[in-house]
């Protein structure tokens, strides 16, 4: 994106925040802004097309750090889980994405809202594949469901929390609390074997697009998680626990997965004979095609 459109993001994004996006025209953007109408059109559509450029533009930076704080740490510390949810929240309430959220859709813009309905589906699907490195694959039956009602809990004990304390009040604790209410749902659905959604229901939510990106997640981590569990004693096995984390953490935690690093250590887990081979060579093509994927991508944003 070159720097004047940026800018002209930016500056919309301040007059949205302090007149709402309804009350806020084209022309309020182009004094604002300091570009002509011609401009504005050559880089939007329409004032919808810039607030969907918007959110875009901080969802995928907000991705980025919360994944980021994830590089190098165990996936299965809560204590990360909670740092990373309290940072997406924080964003939120530096953003007024809530406030610009609302205000959507309450509109009768149709475009408007299935774009922040995909929103919430990928929060949704990290939220799923983040409680399976938490809580582990053994209760994937249940972390669709509770993975709806943390999402659930969550906003509205930040919405009440806000009133009750003020709209700058820490978010830690409202984080916390939530947190550990969720773990406590979770262990009392595994043991009780309550299901309401299936984890396989949530494919048929997802645009196609997304759900080809979650059907190699899905294979990922039970690819991984397989390889892990047939290890006899992972603390005898290091090295492979260590390469089959780095795989898993590359493609799933880093925005640009560096192909030359993950295929190279995919030929050491090649090598490691105390693994299984089918589930390698499952593990390999699962790679190749995600890179495929990705090639082809690129080619068609290059059309």
């Known amino acids: 994106?070159?720097?004047?459109?940026?800018?002209?993001?930016?500056?919309?994004?301040?007059?949205?925040?302090?007149?709402?996006?309804?009350?806020?025209?084209?022309?309020?953007?182009?004094?604002?802004?300091?570009?002509?109408?011609?401009?504005?059109?050559?880089y939007f559509s329409s004032k919808n097309e810039l607030l969907i450029a918007l959110f875009k533009a901080l969802y995928e930076t907000m991705e980025t750090s919360r994944n980021e704080l994830l590089i190098g740490q165990d996936p299965s510390d809560l204590e990360i889980f909670v740092k990373q949810i309290e940072f997406q929240m924080n964003t939120n309430k530096k953003n007024k994405l809530i406030t610009l959220f609302e205000e959507v859709f309450v509109s009768t813009d149709e475009e408007l809202k299935d774009f922040l309905k995909v929103g919430q589906m990928r929060m949704l699907r990290w939220v799923f594949n983040r409680f399976i490195e938490l809580f582990g694959e053994e209760k994937r039956p249940y972390l669709l469901d509770s993975s709806i009602m943390f999402l659930g809990m969550l906003h509205h004990n930040v919405k009440y929390y806000s009133i009750a304390n003020g709209a700058?009040?820490?978010?830690?604790?409202?984080?916390?609390?939530?947190?550990?209410r969720i773990v406590n749902v979770v262990d009392g659905a595994a043991e009780s074997g309550d299901q309401l959604n299936m984890p396989e229901q949530m494919n048929s939510?997802?645009?196609?697009?997304?759900r080809s990106e979650q059907d190699f997640q899905?294979?990922?981590?039970?690819?991984?998680?397989?390889?892990?569990?047939?290890?006899?004693?992972?603390e005898n096995h290091p090295k492979s626990v260590q390469l089959l984390d780095f795989v898993q953490d590359e493609l799933l935690h880093s925005k640009k997965p560096?192909?030359?690093?993950?295929?190279?250590?995919?030929?050491?887990i090649k090598e490691e004979e105390k693994l299984d081979q089918k589930l390698v060579n499952t593990l390999n093509s699962s790679v190749e095609s995600y890179f495929e994927r990705v090639a082809e991508a690129c080619e068609d944003n290059k059309d």
């Open 218 to 234: 899905d294979t990922l981590y039970q690819t991984i998680s397989e390889l892990k569990e047939n290890l006899v004693s992972k």
């Open 168 to 180: 700058s009040a820490d978010i830690y604790p409202v984080v916390r609390y939530t947190v550990n």
């Open 258 to 268: 560096r192909k030359f690093l993950i295929e190279s250590v995919l030929l050491s």
């Open 205 to 210: 939510w997802l645009p196609d697009a997304m």
């Open 1 to 42: 994106m070159n720097d004047r459109k940026q800018h002209v993001i930016q500056m919309a994004h301040q007059l949205f925040i302090e007149r709402g996006f309804q009350a806020t025209s084209i022309q309020d953007i182009l004094e604002y802004s300091g570009i002509s109408k011609g401009t504005f059109y050559n």
